[in-house]
C-alpha cells in the first residue's frame, strides 16, 4: 500500500465515523423534538446537493464545506435562544457534508 492509498484509507474512514455519529444524533433530537425539525433536516439535507444543478461553483463549494455547519452548531450551543429547528439543520447540513465527503465527492472548483 502506497501512502497516498493509506491516507485515502484513513481521511474516508473519518469522514464515515462523522457521517455515522452525526446521523445517529440528527435522529435523536428529531425524535426527540419533533415540530419543525424534521422540515428544517429535510431542507438541508437537499440544500447542499441542489447547489450540484447551476449557480456559480464558488457557491458550491461553500455548501460543500464542513467548517460552516459547524459554526452553525456551535453558534445554536452557546446562544442562550434555544432554536433547535436551527441546530438539527446545521447537524443535517454536516451529515451531508461527511456523506459527500465519504464518497468521494466534495468541491468541485480547483481552488477548493
Known amino acids: ?9 484513513a481521511g474516508r474512514s473519518g469522514w464515515a465515523v462523522l457521517a455515522a455519529f452525526c446521523l445517529a444524533f440528527l435522529v435523536f433530537e428529531v425524535v426527540k423534538h419533533g415540530g419543525a ?13 441542489a447547489t450540484r444543478f447551476g449557480g456559480p461553483a464558488v457557491v458550491h463549494d461553500l455548501a460543500h464545506r464542513p467548517w460552516i455547519p459547524l459554526a452553525v452548531l456551535v453558534g445554536c450551543s452557546v446562544s442562550p435562544l434555544g432554536r433547535v429547528p436551527v441546530f438539527t439543520a446545521g447537524l443535517a447540513w454536516l451529515t451531508y457534508v461527511a456523506v459527500a465527503r465519504l464518497l468521494g465527492h466534495g468541491p ?5
Open 1 to 9: 500500500m502506497t501512502a497516498v492509498t493509506v491516507r485515502r484509507v
Open 37 to 49: 425539525t424534521p422540515v428544517s433536516s429535510a431542507l438541508f439535507v437537499l440544500a447542499p446537493y
Open 108 to 112: 468541485r472548483s480547483a481552488r477548493g
